[in-house]
């Protein structure tokens, strides 16, 4: 299915499809949507989101294949 302004929110739901509802000005969700899909810029959000991106970078291997995470 081919995603377009005039489907309304692109957020993929659980039971297939998508949200449908009208969009936030520049994005391609609704305001609820895009609140839950971006971070924003400096924010003490993206500051853990990315403790936690760069934890999950150091212990990957571990984790995969055994050992543990990192202490």
Not at 18 to 47: F, Q
């Amino acid at each position: 299915m081919e995603c377009t302004t005039d489907a309304g929110c692109h957020y993929v739901l659980d039971a297939g499809g998508y949200c449908g509802r009208s969009l936030k000005e520049g994005s391609p969700y609704c305001p609820e949507h895009h609140a839950e899909c971006y971070t924003p810029r400096g924010s003490e959000a993206e500051k853990l989101k990315l403790r936690h991106i760069n934890w999950l970078g150091k212990n990957a291997w571990r984790i995969r294949f055994g050992g543990g995470p990192a202490p």
